[in-house]
């Protein structure tokens, strides 16, 4: 069983910089793709980024191109969205995603492939 948890939620004014955390246990380090998820109050879960298994690609949403880097560090099963210049936009309760084991990268992560989300980390950009 995988479980996830993020952490490095927060309150910070607009153009400030978050580090959200994902850490995974259970699953083998490095054997599948990891997302990030968003939704904001009264909106629906939206894909933000994905990276492959071994962080050598990661692909993101229109949005936050250029502002957020989706990296990993399989040796301690961490993933890591590192934002930037922040937006009130950008202000939702942020998921962790996993899919199933040998999903070693995708384009983009569709909600329908996620096996395993993590409870939420909550981001709020105030301007």
């Known amino acids: 069983q995988v479980q996830l948890v993020e952490s490095g939620g927060g309150s910070v004014e607009a153009g400030a910089s978050l580090t959200l955390s994902c850490v995974m246990s259970g699953p083998t380090p490095g054997d599948r793709a990891m997302g990030w998820f968003r939704q904001a109050s009264g909106g629906e879960r939206e894909f933000v980024a994905t990276?492959?298994?071994?962080?050598?690609?990661?692909n993101y949403e229109e949005s936050v191109k250029g502002r957020f880097t989706l990296s990993r560090d399989n040796a301690k099963n961490t993933v890591f969205l590192q934002m930037s210049n922040l937006k009130p936009e950008d202000t939702a309760v942020y998921y962790c995603?996993?899919?199933?084991?040998?999903?070693?990268?995708?384009?983009?992560?569709?909600?329908?492939?996620?096996?395993?989300w993590g409870p939420g980390a909550q981001v709020t950009v105030s301007s």
């Open positions: 990276i492959s298994w071994n962080g050598a690609s990661a």
């Open positions: 995603a996993a899919p199933d084991r040998g999903i070693l990268a995708l384009q983009r992560m569709p909600a329908s492939v996620v096996k395993f």
